[in-house]
């Protein structure tokens, strides 16, 4: 039920974090991977070399998601590595800053925008045409819990993250009649190396801590498993969910 084999997945944002341990999940269950870097970047070589090293089928790709343009040249890198044609699509990949509404300039605002939302309707765009016309695809989401709990020092990231999720609710109704799900994974406060800063604070990371009736903060792995599940033939008839990965921190 939860083979991918002969499957082609694309992970966006997967040279490390919450990617990373997806596009390994994935690659681990029989997927074909292809891991995506915004750049030519040594944490990109060294993700796609630790999964050749470790015998998992993967490819890798760089681009800019941020506009029209950038992602055309993504397609372009793809086909001519033969990975055009993608089965299982994770929108991974975003753009974070802790700053209050007041400290947002346009160009900031507008950045987070385009890699946060615009792209996810330009991706889905891109790839759900084959999905269709093959009659299976699956299209899974990173929100974040701050879509629901929104905090002021995430006003724009939390805004992006909840149009988001109204896309996807959007796109699993649509796609549903063509054998396409579409879904949601909503992590909680993960300890990877983009929050590893904000929680060496102790005193803050205390206080975040009460907050979660799990009592630990999650690591990128507890994502994975979810991310396989909806990607598996298993959950053929879960479409539009929105799984909450955050130790009860959405409660």
């Avoid at 796109?171 to 929050?195: E, K, L, Q, S």
């Avoid at 479409?239 to 955050?246: F, H, L, Q, S």
Wanted: aromatic share 8%; hydrophobic share 45%; glycine share 8%.
């Amino acid at each position: 039920m939860f083979s991918l084999n002969g499957r082609k997945a694309l992970v966006t944002g997967s040279s490390r974090g919450i990617g990373r341990a997806i596009a390994f999940a994935l690659a681990r269950a029989g997927a074909h991977v292809v891991l995506h870097g915004s750049k030519p970047s040594a944490a990109l070589d060294a993700t796609f070399a630790d999964a050749q090293a470790q015998g998992l089928s993967v490819s890798k790709v760089s681009s800019a998601i941020g506009s029209a343009e950038e992602l055309a040249e993504m397609r372009k890198q793809l086909e001519l590595q033969g990975d055009a044609n993608i089965d299982i699509l994770v929108l991974n990949a975003s753009s974070q800053c802790y700053m209050k509404v007041h400290e947002f300039d346009s160009s900031t605002f507008e950045e987070m925008f385009k890699t946060n939302l615009a792209s996810c309707f330009q991706l889905i765009n891109q790839f759900v045409p084959y999905m269709k016309e093959q009659g299976w695809g699956r299209i899974i989401s990173i929100g974040s819990v701050n879509q629901e709990r929104p905090a002021g020092r995430f006003s724009v990231y939390a805004a992006t993250k909840a149009a988001q999720l109204n896309l996807m609710k959007t796109c699993a109704a649509d796609f549903a009649p063509f054998g396409v799900t579409v879904n949601t994974i909503t992590p909680g406060v993960i300890y990877t190396d983009r929050n590893a800063k904000t929680l060496s604070d102790e005193a803050f990371a205390q206080q975040i801590l009460s907050k979660i009736p799990a009592g630990r903060f999650g690591v990128a792995e507890d994502c994975a498993g979810a991310a396989v599940f909806l990607a598996s033939d298993a959950a053929s008839y879960v479409v539009g969910a929105d799984i909450a990965v955050a130790g009860g921190f959405q409660l």
